[in-house]
């Protein structure tokens, strides 16, 4: 059985979310409070976090970050009534896996559970020998580390999973869509604008101070890895 902690204040929507999970067969722990949560997923292991991001004490974006700052990679889904671009990077950045805005469906909610977990326990299970090179240009899919020229990189999770796509997809183009729905999941119907600035983000890490550019825009179409 997979268990799954809900950092949720708000006691209705706790509740529904708490049933509709217990349906689907996960076991659900909840915490009332940031700073609550923050104690249960340090002391306990968990295969899926959800944060509400407005929390009473420690708000969801810096629990995030405080878990993710003790080294804890389980995947974390934020829930949130704030829907803008910036809104959605701000909680990508703050080391949030996914990003599902209110209101929303249960069924849309469950279906990034079932991908969330499945996606976790896929990443688990990579062997530690396994390596892609692009260029000079090298990720570790064990350590989930990137260097480039023997410079490590430092990537945030978002980050290091588009990354990891578009070296699976070297010198193939990908659209926006295309990285929508193989790094953020199949349901997640985010602006493909987060999609442009995680590019950019990318860019500055790989590509910035170096003569060889390797992330290349086809201008209407999307992105490729590929060396110049």
Same mark, same amino acid.
Request: aromatic share 4%; glycine share 6%; with cysteine.
């Given at each position: 059985?997979?268990?799954?902690?809900?950092?949720e204040?708000e $006691?209705s929507?706790a509740?529904?979310?708490i049933?509709s999970? $217990?349906?689907e067969?996960?076991?659900v722990?909840?915490?009332?409070?940031?700073?609550?949560?923050?104690?249960m997923?340090?002391?306990?292991?968990?295969?899926?976090?959800?944060?509400? #991001?407005m929390?009473?004490?420690?708000?969801? =974006?810096?629990l995030?970050?405080?878990?993710? $700052?003790n080294g804890?990679?389980?995947? #974390?889904? !934020?829930?949130?009534? =704030?829907g803008?671009?910036q809104? #959605?990077?701000a909680?990508?950045?703050?080391?949030?896996d996914?990003?599902?805005?209110?209101? &929303?469906?249960? $069924?849309?909610?469950l279906a990034?559970v079932?991908? !969330?977990?499945?996606r976790?326990?896929g990443?688990?299970?990579?062997s530690?020998?396994e390596?892609?090179?692009?260029?000079?240009?090298?990720?570790? /899919?064990?350590?989930?580390?990137?260097?480039?020229?023997?410079?490590?990189?430092? /990537?945030?999770?978002?980050?290091y999973?588009?990354?990891?796509?578009l !070296?699976?997809?070297a010198?193939r /183009?990908?659209?926006r869509?295309?990285? /929508?729905?193989?790094?953020?999941g199949?349901?997640?119907? !985010?602006?493909t604008?987060?999609?442009d600035v995680y590019v950019n &983000? =990318?860019?500055?890490k #790989?590509d910035?101070?170096h003569?060889?550019?390797?992330?290349h825009?086809v201008?209407?179409?999307? &992105?490729?890895?590929?060396p110049?």
């Amino acid at each position: 059985m997979n268990n799954i902690l809900l950092v949720e204040d708000e $006691a209705s929507v706790a509740s529904l979310i708490i049933r509709s999970l $217990a349906e689907e067969g996960y076991e659900v722990s909840l915490a009332p409070d940031g700073q609550t949560g923050l104690d249960m997923a340090t002391r306990n292991s968990f295969d899926l976090l959800i944060l509400d #991001i407005m929390l009473p004490g420690i708000n969801g =974006l810096d629990l995030c970050k405080r878990i993710r $700052a003790n080294g804890d990679t389980t995947p #974390i889904l !934020m829930l949130t009534a =704030l829907g803008t671009t910036q809104n #959605i990077v701000a909680g990508l950045d703050s080391g949030a896996d996914d990003y599902l805005v209110k209101p &929303y469906k249960l $069924a849309e909610l469950l279906a990034r559970v079932r991908s !969330m977990i499945r996606r976790g326990k896929g990443n688990a299970a990579t062997s530690d020998t396994e390596k892609i090179k692009v260029a000079d240009l090298e990720l570790n /899919l064990q350590d989930k580390t990137a260097t480039r020229s023997g410079q490590k990189i430092d /990537l945030t999770a978002t980050e290091y999973r588009l990354l990891k796509y578009l !070296m699976t997809n070297a010198r193939r /183009l990908v659209s926006r869509m295309d990285m /929508l729905e193989h790094v953020w999941g199949v349901d997640f119907n !985010m602006n493909t604008k987060v999609v442009d600035v995680y590019v950019n &983000y =990318l860019r500055k890490k #790989i590509d910035k101070d170096h003569e060889q550019k390797l992330i290349h825009t086809v201008v209407g179409m999307g &992105y490729i890895l590929k060396p110049e």
